[in-house]
T-cell receptor
Framework: EDQVTQSPEALRLQEGESSSLNCSYTVSGLRGLFWYRQDPGKGPEFLFTLYSAGEEKEKERLKATLTKKESFLHITAPKPEDSATYLCAVQANSGYSTLTFGKGTMLLVSP | EAGVAQSPRYKIIEKRQSVAFWCNPISGHATLYWYQQILGQGPKLLIQFQNNGVVDDSQLPKDRFSAERLKGVDSTLKIQPAKLEDSAVYLC????????????FGPGTRLLVL
């Protein structure tokens, strides 16, 4: 059974204080690892897809990296508008395009 | 490009009542998904459609939940009868081969069962 564990559950940062969110996974053959951002009262918003170990992707202050067992979402010099819940999900090679999600990391950036 | 549309946005019902949710996917997206997201949890897949056929409904509580996708476009998800534990956000998502099967989500319907 595919599993995704995210840590920490919640993280509070000061504006400009860089940090990383962790996503550990077990999957029977990884097709893709996805990061989404979810604001309160809204649906998840797609950020990145990573396909193979060593791959990195960047978008503004966010950078996602992937190893064979985990992914990191690095947040550089965060701003209050980066406050949200960040969800990680894996898609297995077998079966359909089903995503298995973690519980998310709730990030709060204070000014 | 218009995103995934869902309605209603909020619904409050009493237990044992029935409720239905509607989803209109991104134009041209062949695959449609319904997820349940309980407070503090990640989304959990309920059912996946490829055009108007079901490809995965292994986690759908079929004694009370049903879903259909007519003409391979819009979809409805129904709960009958509702239980207290069905209180959650119901998310609809869609994807296509052109989008690399990346799933794009709607705003969700927030259901409270009293």
């Amino acid at each position: 059974e595919d599993q995704v564990t995210q840590s920490p559950e919640a993280l509070r940062l000061q504006e400009g204080e860089s940090s990383s969110l962790n996503c550990s996974y077990t999957v029977s053959g990884l097709r893709g690892l996805f990061w989404y951002r979810q604001d309160p009262g809204k649906g998840p918003e797609f950020l990145f897809t990573l396909y193979s170990a060593g791959e990195e992707k960047e978008k503004e202050r966010l950078k996602a990296t992937l190893t064979k067992k985990e992914s990191f979402l690095h947040i550089t010099a965060p701003k209050p508008e980066d406050s949200a819940t960040y969800l990680c999900a894996v898609q297995a090679n077998s079966g359909y395009s089903t995503l298995t999600f973690g519980k998310g990391t709730m990030l709060l950036v204070s000014p | 490009e218009a995103g995934v549309a869902q309605s209603p946005r909020y619904k409050i019902i009493e237990k044992r009542q029935s409720v239905a949710f509607w989803c209109n996917p991104i134009s041209g997206h062949a695959t449609l998904y319904w997820y349940q997201q309980i407070l503090g949890q990640g989304p959990k897949l309920l059912i996946q459609f490829q055009n108007n056929g079901v490809v995965d409904d292994s986690q759908l509580p079929k004694d009370r939940f049903s879903a259909e996708r007519l003409k391979g476009v819009d979809s409805t998800l129904k709960i009958q009868p509702a239980k207290l534990e069905d209180s959650a956000v119901y998310l609809c998502a869609s994807s296509s081969e052109r989008s690399g099967e990346t799933q794009y989500f709607g705003p969700g319907t927030r259901l409270l069962v009293l």
